[in-house]
């Protein structure tokens, strides 16, 4: 079984581009590839725990032959995917741990893929300040989940953040 990730595409139009014409030159927006490749693995970790298909290195390849820049582009995507389902364990008791008041089993799967990346991404990138995972975590959860979900991912990213014992604004070595 294929997921159609077509599905998993931003929910809201912004004010500014519904008052857009129709006529309009199309400009694309800048791109951000850090951000691109989070997006990227979030549909990817998405798709798999719907599927949990038995090959990752198949799922994968199938994954990005249908992304719209090369494979090489996403380096960045298939560093955070192997990580994230290596420490899937370790990574799913942090969510347990501070997701207060809200059962595992209850947590959006769109959700759940953001915040493994970002868990993972607090755990063990620490070239990468934690306030800068925590806002892709929140914009990726305000553009592809509900108006709740920047809350939720916000609130429990917020908490582990605070037992990293280093400097939310700085990247570095603890």
């Known amino acids: 079984m294929r997921i159609n990730l077509?599905?998993?595409t931003p929910l809201r139009l912004t004010k500014m581009e519904e008052s857009i014409p129709e006529n309009a030159p199309v400009?694309?927006?800048k791109r951000n590839r850090r951000h691109d490749n989070r997006v990227a693995a979030m549909q990817f970790l998405y798709s798999w725990e719907v599927q949990r298909h038995p090959d990752t290195v198949t799922a994968?390849?199938?994954f990005f032959s249908e992304q719209e820049q090369p494979r090489d582009y996403y380096s960045f995507a298939e560093e955070l995917i192997h990580g994230v389902i290596k420490d899937l364990l370790l990574i799913d008791e942090i969510i347990v741990r501070f997701?207060?008041?809200?059962a595992f089993e209850r947590i959006a799967k769109v959700d759940l893929a953001i915040l493994r990346l970002a868990i993972f991404e607090l755990m063990r990138r620490t070239d990468i300040p934690p306030v800068v995972t925590i806002n892709e975590a929140v914009d990726i959860a305000k553009a592809y989940s509900t108006d709740e979900s920047k809350r939720f991912v916000n609130?429990?990213?917020d908490r582990y953040k605070g037992e990293l014992g280093r400097d939310?604004?700085?990247a570095g070595n603890i």
């Open 6 to 8: 077509a599905v998993l």
């Open 27 to 29: 400009v694309p927006p």
């Open 60 to 62: 994968l390849f199938d």
């Open 99 to 102: 997701a207060q008041n809200w």
């Open 155 to 157: 609130g429990i990213l």
């Open 168 to 170: 939310p604004r700085k």
